[in-house]
């Protein structure tokens, strides 16, 4: 139990990072289904701090829940948006938001085990690098610092991600989690007294080597897995296996060059870790839960709420730190330099220099953009290169673009000058419309198309008021912009599009947006209840009965106890919310 003065301290820290969290934003963002099998329409969230300016890259870090949970209780149950704020880092909340009704397939669960949704091009994990994509379209992510983590079903799928895409993130994480091509079986649906069956560590290994078939997928990608030694949902032995399966598949030694004491808020907790001391490549952290709370099965050490227990080893500090020391390479990305783009007759002849700070440079590639583009070609030579497009159509513009590989994995891109092959007519302009817009408590949406004769449309960006345009999401079906945070008022609403030539539309203005006032009163549960706001909640709320609009009164509680908290509404409305993201 926590003296007095413990308490305090603990009241004051979470105090400082709420106060902290505050100073960020949270925008809403939608997910369209792709041609790929099983991919599906989604929701998420992006989490970005206020020091993000958009003019240096930063960290990318994606949270992914467990069963039975939606993105908003790994908002409000990890502590990774505060440690955001703090670091300045963006942090991405994926929403299952729909799944295939298979009979094993509890609510909101990742299909972990599910074969359709774990490999490179299909199905949820595709959806999710997808989404990460998108991200990096419209936020300034460092490459060399992607990160992907979960609870329970969402650990399973964090590794699955780890696995299917390590070419992509720097490192993962697990809480609860299972190994790579795990079975629903492994899942101890009668608690402690039947705990689940797992694969053999050699079948997972095997899946892993099959999945990671290219040369440039043989990677260690480091991975810290978290784990109740007595969870009675899903056994320790799932990050057994993790850790197992890793250091078999890459050739880890067994035994751990480090162990340490990592105790917290009297909870006994052991901290391993395997492969070299200047930079592991797996970390365990087992620790005794509270079989009295969810069956030891809980994000564990930051905050109160239906899926986590604050007592404990900071999960969300762990895996931060864990993440900050393994960026995907330790040295940085390559650079590339086009030094000339000649045509000659119907043939376009493009040279350069790459050069690596470290290690050595493995390709470089070039294409051409325009109104034929030609894909990629791999040049000849590395640190001078050259490559020879032939037979290509006359009278049009072609823009070279090259993209270096380092042998860490690391790449970089650089566009060149336009050449022109004969005499082309003039560029034709993109054109972009705004189709709609819709505001949602503090949230304001735009969706509209953007077009190309050429169809190399290479970007939009919308501005609201004076806030300056900023880039919003592509997709086949035309484009969707959010932004969150705004204060009360009308927004005059515009947009731009750019093709891949630099030639830019004409700005469009659209519908105005109203933002309207949003009232705040922070008291403790029982002034609430006595004023209203904690009342019974009819259908049209997302959360029915006693509570909030968007919260029952036992996540509240549990959230809160008898301390003061915040609710908040529109201006005028009846209904009063928890979270400022889902006032509608």
């Known amino acids: 139990m926590l003296s007095r003065s413990g308490l305090v301290l603990a009241l004051l820290t979470c105090f400082a990072f709420s106060t902290m969290a505050d100073a960020g934003r949270i925008e809403q963002k939608s997910f369209m289904k792709k041609s790929y099998p099983g991919s599906r329409d989604r929701q998420y969230k992006v989490f970005v701090p206020s020091g993000h300016t958009g003019q240096s890259p930063v960290p ?50 990742w299909g972990f085990f599910i074969d359709e949704h774990i490999h490179e091009g299909a199905g949820e994990v595709e959806d999710l690098y997808q989404m990460a994509l998108e991200v990096e379209a419209a936020f300034k992510i460092d490459p060399n610092r992607r990160y992907v983590t979960g609870l329970s079903s969402g650990a399973g799928m964090a590794v699955d991600l780890a696995v ?67 969870d ?13 399966s890793w250091l078999s598949r890459y050739g880890i030694n067994e035994v751990a060059f480090a162990t340490t004491d990592c105790a917290a808020e009297g909870v006994a907790c052991t901290h391993k870790k395997y492969g ?54 330790d040295n940085p990305p390559p650079s590339v330099t086009v030094t000339s783009a000649l045509a000659t007759g119907t043939s376009i002849t493009v040279a350069g220099s790459a050069a690596a700070s470290a290690g050595s440079i493995a390709e470089v590639g070039v294409r051409l953009d325009g109104q034929f583009p030609q894909p990629q070609k791999i040049a000849s030579g590395t640190t001078g290169w050259t490559v020879v497009f032939d037979n290509l159509r006359d009278n049009a513009n072609y823009l070279p673009v090259a993209t ?21 007519p003039a560029n034709v302009p993109p054109v972009v419309t705004i189709d709609n817009s819709s505001v949602s408590g503090d949230c304001i949406t735009l969706t509209g198309t953007a077009s190309d004769p050429d169809n190399q449309v290479a970007g939009v960006e919308v501005q609201l ?6 880039p919003a999401t592509l997709s086949q079906a035309g484009y969707e912009f959010q932004e969150c945070g705004l ?23 659209g519908p105005g947006a109203n933002v309207s006032a949003v009232e705040v009163v922070t008291s403790n549960w029982q002034v609430h209840m006595g004023a209203g706001r904690l009342r019974v909640y009819g259908a049209r709320c997302p959360s029915m009965g006693f509570g909030a609009c968007d919260a029952g009164f036992s996540e509240i509680f549990l959230a809160n106890q008898f301390n003061p908290f915040p609710l908040q509404r529109k201006a005028a409305s009846p209904d009063w919310y928890v979270h400022r993201e889902n006032i509608p």
Request: charged share 20%.
């Open 60 to 109: 990318m870090v994606m949270v992914l829940h467990g069963c039975g949970q939606t993105e908003v209780n790994m908002i409000n149950e990890t502590r990774f948006k505060e440690l955001a704020e703090r670091d300045n880092f963006v942090v991405v909340y994926p929403f299952i938001t729909s799944f295939d009704p298979l009979p094993q397939r509890a609510s909101n669960c």
């Open 164 to 230: 299917a895409h390590n070419e992509y993130f720097a490192a993962a994480g697990s809480v609860e989690g299972l190994p790579y091509s795990e079975t629903s079986s492994s899942v101890a649906f009668l608690g402690c007294s039947v705990p689940g069956r797992f694969k053999p560590v050699s079948a997972v290994v095997a899946a892993m080597r099959a999945e990671q078939s290219r040369p440039d997928e043989q990677r260690p990608i480091p991975i810290m897995a978290i784990h109740a030694r007595n």
């Open 232 to 244: 009675c949902k899903v056994n320790l032995t799932g990050s057994e296996s993790i850790r197992d």
């Open 276 to 329: 070299l001391p200047r930079r592991s490549v797996v970390e365990t952290v087992f620790y005794e839960g509270d079989r009295g709370f969810n069956g030891a099965h809980y994000w564990v050490g930051d905050s109160s709420g239906q899926f986590a227990n604050p007592n404990g080893p900071s999960a969300s500090e762990l895996l931060w730190t864990f993440f900050k020391s393994h960026p995907f390479a």
């Open 404 to 424: 270096v590989k380092d042998n860490d994995g690391l790449t970089a891109s650089v566009t060149g000058q336009l050449v022109a092959l004969g005499s082309p």
């Open 465 to 470: 008021a004076t806030r300056g345009f900023k």
């Open 487 to 509: 204060p009360s008022g009308t927004y005059a609403t515009q947009a731009r599009a750019t093709d891949v030539l630099g030639a830019r539309s004409t700005v469009v203005s």
